[in-house]
């Protein structure tokens, strides 16, 4: 039966899709003729048409990662090669507080040390306003968006 369901998907020997390319695999075991894209180094002379796409002759590891399309000039992701890893990276951002508490004036002089979670603001007649900010980290370890999760695996013969 399993037989059956990898030729319905064209995915048997006579594949249209060229050696190399990766696609979501919804199982563990990858069909005869694909191997998972794990990092693992294979073998030019037995893969020769793998070797043309991979010439470093190890397979990309997609284990836990996302495809990411190819700038190729456009300028969103410029300085990239085919095939690079990227680490994961938080845009830069910023963090603003506003005081509007009592007389505006631009003699403010607020202070904090660098263990502290506050601001303490005090305008230059000596009137304290007090004001805290309060930051905490939440989330988990990384930045993601929701996901459902595949075996890559790539086209080796």
């Known amino acids: ?18 050696v190399g390319v990766p696609i979501p695999w919804p199982s563990a075991t990858p069909p005869t003729g694909w191997l998972k894209c ?11 048409l793998l070797a043309k ?8 590891d997609l284990r836990g990662e996302f ?13 990239r090669s085919l095939l690079s890893f990227q680490a ?8 603003r507080f506003v005081n509007e508490y009592g007389t505006p004036t631009a003699n403010i002089i607020a202070y904090t040390d660098q263990n502290s979670e506050s601001v303490d603001v005090t305008n230059m007649t000596g009137n304290r306003c007090h004001t805290y900010i309060y930051m905490e ?4 370890v990384e930045t993601r968006p929701r996901n459902i999760a595949f075996n890559y695996i790539v086209r080796a013969a």
């Open 53 to 60: 796409a991979y010439p470093s002759l190890k397979l990309p």
């Open 1 to 18: 039966m399993r037989d059956g369901f990898i030729k319905n998907l064209g995915l048997g020997e006579g594949s249209a899709l060229p």
């Open 67 to 79: 495809i990411r399309g190819w700038d190729d000039g456009r300028g969103v992701d410029s300085g």
């Open 88 to 95: 994961d990276e938080l845009r830069s951002h910023n963090h």
């Open 137 to 140: 980290k939440t989330g988990g």
């Open 38 to 48: 794990n990092g693992a180094a294979f073998n030019a002379a037995t893969y020769p």
